[in-house]
């Protein structure tokens, strides 16, 4: 089969690798129909997140047919068409019973490589290193999908692929952020990052009961989905524009009721700080460049509360730890609980509530994929969310 593979930083490569296998009795084998490209699949494409292999197979938002399924899967048969989640979990342990599924502890094979690195394990990932389990990811036209008995949603509904496809990740991820965000009716929230999860943390803060969303970026395409959904927008690359002072001028002094880093540890800034990350972690004293997380702790309102959906990998400096402890702030973050969110989010696309395909701009062929990470990592084309159809 065609896959899309990591051959080292800023290196892929569509290859012909082998079909997947049944290698356990609770796998399946999915026939791919649409996956896309992640914003956080740029950090392993730049070379962030460690213990990537040549050869390693990309991707984590992907769905399909099931082809094939173990003895132990009973609830899935060939031909079910399945939206599958990115954090892979195994339903039986005390993080999966508490609902926290991105924590599982089984379905790891390499946590010791976490563990080493961060102390813990969470769940296995598609796609996503070897220090998250290995696991082939789904820019293929085939996947093995472990623990098929938990994960994948049945979509049995004639919806077409790309309006349910985002409920392996971003949506979920988005809405999750939102939710974090504790909003409260006729609350004010500003979200740093409108790519695809900030899209949908928009979107979702709207249906929790913002009133208003401030939404940050310096790309016009970014900013203009976010004005289509009804955000108020804030172009930081603007000659004269600061990000506090705005926000600050937005809110009668106060400071936004929930501040949501859709950005994580790629941020950008204009500031001193932005040339101190960047010579920070070329020199590896430290590992994240963490200007958006300071940005909106020193911005969030008093006991407000601060959102973090953007993925950080390591170290970070200079955090304006004492200002978040002054002012009380809740803090809340981490990798998403899918298998929370996928049912309810899908109910929303299914009553047309949200049109999750709308924030596509390039549809493309795994021999295409290549070329794209380094567009999107670029910023090139007005790229704001890139789908691959892998039989094209």
Known sequence: MKAVCWMGKSSMETRTVPDPELINPHDAIIKVTRTAICGSDLHLYDGFIPTMESGDIMGHEFMGLVEEVGPEVANLKRGDRVVVPFTIACGNCIFCKKKFWAACDN????????????????????????????????????????????????????????????????????????????????????????????????????????????????????????????????????????????????????????????????????????????????????????????????????????????????????????????????????????HNYMKPLLERVEKGQIDPSYIISHRITLEQAPEMYKVWRDKKEKVTKIVIDPWA
């Open 107 to 338: 379905t790891n094979p390499n946590a010791h490589l976490m563990e080493k690195a961060y102390g813990y394990s969470g769940a296995g990932l598609f796609g996503y290193s070897h220090m998250m389990g290995g696991y082939a990811g789904g820019q293929a036209q085939y996947v093995r999908v472990p623990f098929a008995n938990v994960g994948p949603l049945k979509i049995e509904n004639d919806l077409p692929d790309e309006k349910v496809l985002f409920l392996s990740d971003i949506f979920p991820t988005g809405y999750m952020a939102a939710e974090n965000a504790q909003i409260q009716p006729g609350d004010t929230v500003a979200v740093w990052g409108c790519g695809p999860v900030g899209q949908f943390a928009i979107a979702s803060a709207f249906m929790l009961g913002a009133a208003r969303v401030i939404a940050i970026d310096r790309f016009q395409e970014r900013l203009a989905l976010a004005r289509s959904l009804g955000a108020i927008t804030v172009d930081y690359s603007e000659e004269d524009v600061s990000v506090l002072t705005a926000l600050k001028d937005l809110t009668g002094g106060v400071g936004p009721d929930s501040c949501i880093d859709a950005v994580g540890l790629e941020a950008h800034s204009n500031e001193l700080q932005g040339v101190y990350d960047v010579v920070k972690t070329a020199l590896f004293m430290e590992t994240d460049r963490p200007s958006v997380l300071r940005q909106a702790i020193q911005a969030v309102r008093k006991g407000g509360t601060l959102s973090i959906p953007g993925v950080y990998g390591g170290l970070l400096d200079k955090v304006p730890f004492g200002a978040a402890f002054g002012k009380g702030i809740t803090m809340k973050m981490g990798q998403t609980n899918m």
